[in-house]
């Protein structure tokens, strides 16, 4: 790549902001709603419809009709959904999910981003929420990151584990532990994917979401068949399980602390017990991969001061490491993802050596 050709590349980040936010402000605001429902208004109509001024909203429908996403006549004056009126429902609103956690709980924070590398703490909560801690303890205290955040993961989580139960073998009768379960769901898909005569499911999190989880279980009938345990997994994983899940976690920290999850894991298991590893990954070529253009700084500057992704291979070393045989390391196809989406999902599955 020539010089010229690297500084026009700087052009797409100095802009990356800039265009995110304009984006997202033609929702928020209601403009792409309004031309939804009635095509080929003026920016003063507009403007009266979302209360606004006909010059801004002039300004910011510059962005998406030089993308295609609306079409402005300038005869008429007026603007209409070009590409955005092919855009199923359902898609859009996953997208704009994934825009509103960008937005609460991302991009003020990553203001931060160099300060939270240099020590290892999420600089942007302190700064702006005044809270000492990660994003995921900052969450049950802030309601505006936690509605954010949990708007998404939910979607999220309904989406993909279908695809995780259809991967992995829970014998029947298991007992089963859904570490970092937050408040249920996971055992509720547990039940619902891979029900069996004598499943039990124990959801294992932070003492806090006790209320909720088995208010959870109860409202979704399983509450005979399901409990919780209050507890912070470094400072120990209870015992005696046939299954271990750990789902949407392990990305959360580095390599030290990933082992020591997993040692504590290994202990947890029965002799010749099952571990099933939902995780986001990188692709094994780091050029092919899209997490890698959001993760790093997320996790980084935003969620904990540490962790990421990593390589389906890297999290197989891992494991071995720990003491475990991986039996199947899965990732998703990216030719089947939804063309927006931003996470590649791996699932590894072990058995607890001797």
């Not at 999850?261 to 939902?278: N, W």
Request: glycine share 8%; aromatic share 10%.
């Amino acid at each position: 790549m020539t010089a010229h050709a690297t500084l026009a590349r700087f052009r797409e980040y100095m802009v990356g902001p800039a265009r995110f936010m304009n984006l997202l402000s033609c929702f928020e605001l209601g403009l792409i709603d309004a031309l939804r429902d009635r095509p080929g208004q003026s920016a003063a109509q507009l403007a009266a419809a979302v209360g606004a001024k006909p010059d801004a909203v002039e300004q910011l429908l510059h962005l998406p009709v030089k993308e295609g996403f609306v079409a402005h006549d300038e005869t008429a004056g007026t603007y209409r959904l070009d590409a955005l009126a092919d855009v199923p429902d359902a898609d859009l609103h996953r997208v704009l999910a994934f825009m509103d956690k960008i937005k609460v709980t991302t991009l003020r924070q990553l203001y931060y981003l160099t300060d939270s590398v240099r020590t290892g703490t999420t600089v942007g909560l302190r700064e702006l929420y005044g809270f000492d801690g990660d994003l995921y303890a900052a969450m049950g205290v802030h309601a505006d990151l936690r509605e954010s955040w949990s708007r998404l993961m939910d979607s999220v989580t309904d989406r993909i584990d279908p695809w995780f139960f259809d991967n992995i073998d829970i014998p029947a009768g298991s007992h089963v532990l859904d570490l970092a379960g937050h408040t249920g769901l996971g055992a509720i898909h547990t039940h619902r994917h891979k029900g069996s005569p004598g499943l039990r499911v124990t959801t294992f999190d932070l003492p806090g979401k006790r209320e909720e989880c088995l208010r959870n279980f109860r409202e979704h009938g399983v509450e005979a068949t399901s409990s919780f345990i209050g507890g912070d997994v470094f400072q120990g994983v209870p015992e005696g399980f046939d299954v271990v899940l750990i789902k949407h976690f392990l990305n959360m920290f580095d390599k030290d602390d990933v082992l020591k999850i997993l040692t504590r894991v290994h202990a947890s298991l029965a002799p010749g017990g099952r571990l099933h590893i939902l995780v986001p990954i990188y692709a094994e070529d780091i050029k092919d991969s899209w997490s890698v253009d959001y993760y790093p700084s997320f996790f980084l500057g935003c969620a904990t001061g540490q962790g990421g992704p990593q390589k389906l291979s890297t999290f197989r070393a891992w494991l071995q490491e720990a003491g475990f045989t991986v039996t199947r390391a899965l990732s998703q196809d990216p030719a089947q993802l939804p063309p927006d989406a931003l996470p590649l999902q791996g699932i590894l599955s072990a058995t607890r050596n001797p």
